[in-house]
């Protein structure tokens, strides 16, 4: 996956402070500890002129441009004073980046995000702070939440010093710097799309596929059903994705006026969107959900953009109207874990679909550790793995117990490309494929959790387009209900996964389009012979097993608050009939 770093909102340390490791109180006083790197710096300029004169005045070992005019440097700490820097009357800010948990990178900026407990007021916390008349600028960028972000003078620089004033006033539930940190981006070809269908090409396992056909049999999806791309922006006019790109929608969180369009060669959200939602037509590639439209939401961009940033891209994805919200990215295991961040999140979830919630989901990452990534572990998010075409967990997708479902994508092996996902690629030179003509327009070799994920949000997109008045979390509960039990693997019933057995390797199992779909028709009876996994909801208070015969080591699940029988029913052996 690709590499990207975001910009938290948080501290602030100059070089010429002499402590190794300086620290502030995160929610609940946690003491959080950050070592001081004195080989790396970030400095502001007031312009791109005078950023491009300190870089030649100073020539630095090595640097990054930033966002918001910011850079950051590798200096030999032996001979690099911040004083010159500081004193350069082209530079506005200088401070040292910090390291965390000896995992993360984390550079610093001059603002700081506060929420203030209840009955306070944020002016109340910056009079008892002592910063009035110290706030360049004061933001309230989640008022749902209450959240602000305060912008402090330029001569504020020990940021991490003024967090702790702020937090030990007692008026806050918690204040955090805005960090810059590291994040990582988790129908001519219809034959190649195995993980469709899956008829053992490539040499799979015939059926290891989210068995899509028969769901769209029952729906391709609904027009006003929203799915936002939340990533590095998509190419706004491939002929396999426009007519489903709301672009009036389309919004870039990095300051750009693209629209959610792209830079550079950035391909990951268009890799994602087709996947999701590319148009069934007569060329290339169809998406899960082929008749639902999407949002598209640039917050990353090649090198750093700021976490505020994210946090703008995802609230525009709920207040836009997104149904579902796709995250093929997350934050390595051992970072920093930002409140304001898991804020926002809930907001999409309690807010979003006008109360009813948008359904948000998170690709697990590949690190092949025993855990998924921040902030697909959150309980209230869908956290989603990959298996390869045989059903095997991918070896480098993360698991462990807060995986819900998997998906099918490729192996690790880079010389298998056919067994990947075929989805679109940027037109031209720009894409992964670089072969002549529109060929060179879908990439063939799309993998790792980040293509499992939009799979997961296009069946959520299917079950809204045929049952628009589902909760959040009842989408969820669907997805997980359905999956299908691997055979690699041995699933338990366990206190912390209500919604059927689990694997710590695989959660849930894999994701099933059709009975997802099907669970989400509520019915009122069901009939005949049941050879395959099915989900069943009652409309009211009953439900009817009218000479029904559960084959095939199918599962049937009813949820009803009566259920009875009319003739014959009969669970054959290998085969499981629940009642919820």
């Not at 670089?434 to 296009?458: E, I, K, L, M, W």
Request: charged content about 20%; aromatic content about 8%.
């Amino acid at each position: 996956m690709k590499k990207i770093y975001l910009f938290l909102v948080l501290i602030q340390i100059t070089a010429s402070l002499v402590a190794q490791s300086d620290f502030f109180y995160s929610k609940d006083g946690k003491k959080e500890v950050f070592k001081i790197r004195k080989d790396l710096v970030v400095f502001k300029t007031k312009s791109q002129d005078l950023q491009d004169q300190a870089i030649r005045q100073f020539k630095f070992e090595s640097l990054d441009r930033l966002s918001d005019g910011w850079v950051k440097a590798k200096v030999d700490p032996n001979r690099f004073r911040d004083e010159e820097l500081m004193r350069s009357d082209r530079v506005e800010d200088v401070y040292y980046m910090l390291e965390y948990n000896n995992a993360e990178q984390l550079a610093l900026s001059n603002s700081i995000f506060v929420k203030p407990r209840e009955g306070e007021t944020i002016e109340n916390v910056i009079r008892k702070s002592g910063l009035s008349g110290k706030i360049r600028k004061q933001e309230l960028i989640l008022p749902a939440s209450g959240i602000s972000l305060l912008t402090l003078d330029s001569k504020m620089k020990d940021m991490l010093s003024v967090c702790r004033k702020v937090y030990e006033t007692g008026t806050v539930d918690f204040v955090e710097p805005n960090f810059f940190r590291e994040a990582m981006l988790g129908n001519t070809y219809w034959p190649q799309q195995w993980t469709f269908k899956n008829t053992g090409q490539q040499g799979g396992i015939p059926g290891i596929d989210i068995n899509i056909e028969p769901a769209w049999r029952i729906t391709k999806g609904n027009g006003n059903i929203k799915i936002a791309i939340v990533d590095e922006g998509v190419d706004l006019t491939h002929p396999d994705l426009e007519a489903n790109l709301l672009k009036y929608l389309g919004y870039d969180a990095t300051g750009g006026n693209s629209k959610g369009s792209y830079t550079g060669n950035d391909g990951h959200g268009t890799w994602c969107a087709g996947v999701v939602g590319a148009i069934d037509n007569s060329i290339g590639v169809v998406g899960v959900a082929p008749k639902c439209k999407m949002i598209p939401i640039r917050v990353f961009r090649s090198g750093y953009v700021s976490q505020n940033t994210i946090i703008s891209g995802l609230e525009h994805a709920y207040k836009s109207g997104s149904d579902v919200i796709n995250n093929s990215w997350g934050f390595p295991i051992g970072y920093y874990e930002s409140s304001v961040f898991n804020a926002v999140i809930s907001e999409c979830i309690l807010r979003g679909r006008n109360g009813k919630g948008c359904v948000v989901v998170f690709c697990s990452h590949n690190d092949g550790k025993p855990q998924v990534r921040n902030p697909a572990h959150l309980s209230n998010v869908m956290a989603v793995g990959s298996v390869d075409n045989k059903g095997r967990r991918v070896g480098s997708s993360n698991y462990g117990k807060d995986l819900d479902v998997v998906a099918p994508v490729g192996p690790d092996d880079n010389n298998e490309i056919t067994t990947r996902v075929y989805t679109t690629d940027l037109q031209g030179e720009k894409g992964k494929n670089t072969a002549p003509g529109p060929a060179g327009d879908y990439r063939v070799g799309f993998r790792g959790t980040s293509a499992a994920c939009p799979q997961v949000a296009g069946i959520a997109a299917l079950i809204l387009s045929v049952n628009p008045h589902l909760y959040e979390h009842e989408v969820r509960s669907i997805i997980e209900m359905t999956c299908r039990k691997l055979d690699n693997y041995v699933f338990q019933t366990t206190p912390a996964h209500p919604n059927g057995s689990w694997n710590n390797e695989v959660g849930y199992g894999l994701v099933d389009a059709e009975a997802a779909v099907q669970a989400a028709n509520c019915v009122n009876s069901l009939a005949n012979n049941i050879s395959s996994n099915r989900f069943a909801r009652s409309c009211g208070s009953g439900f009817t097993l009218q000479n029904v015969t559960v084959s095939n080591r199918a599962k049937l699940t009813v949820k009803s608050p009566e259920t009875s029988v009319n003739g014959t029913f009969e669970v054959n052996s290998g085969c499981c009939f629940e009642i919820r």
